[in-house]
């Protein structure tokens, strides 16, 4: 899976959106009295739960990073889910088709 900048010859683009996705869920809790609001994980949290470092998490969630091990993607959607999110895998990667 590649990143935001990078583009594929053949093709289109699979790029992350988990700092998107984060973003939306911070403001949708925000956004709840604060006795019902759910905590949204930190990237150290997620680096935790993913056994990778803080940086990578923080890169990837940037799309500076040009893959995703599929244990990493599931380890970070258990914690989500496991902090009450209903995430998905559309909600932290997306595709864009090669433009022309």
């Not at 053949?10 to 973003?23: D, M, P, Y």
Request: hydrophobic share 35%; net charge positive.
């Amino acid at each position: 899976m590649t990143s935001n900048d990078s583009t594929n010859q053949r093709g289109g683009t699979v790029i992350v959106t988990l700092e998107r996705h984060l973003a939306i869920l911070k403001e949708s809790e925000r956004a709840k009295p604060k006795e019902q609001r759910r905590q949204v994980p930190s990237y150290a949290a997620l680096a935790v739960a993913a056994g990778v470092d803080t940086a990578t998490i923080s890169r990837l969630a940037r799309g500076e990073i040009e893959s995703l091990k599929l244990q990493t993607g599931a380890a970070i959607l258990d914690e989500l889910r496991k902090r009450g999110f209903d995430s998905d895998l559309n909600d932290i990667l997306a595709y864009k088709p090669k433009e022309g």
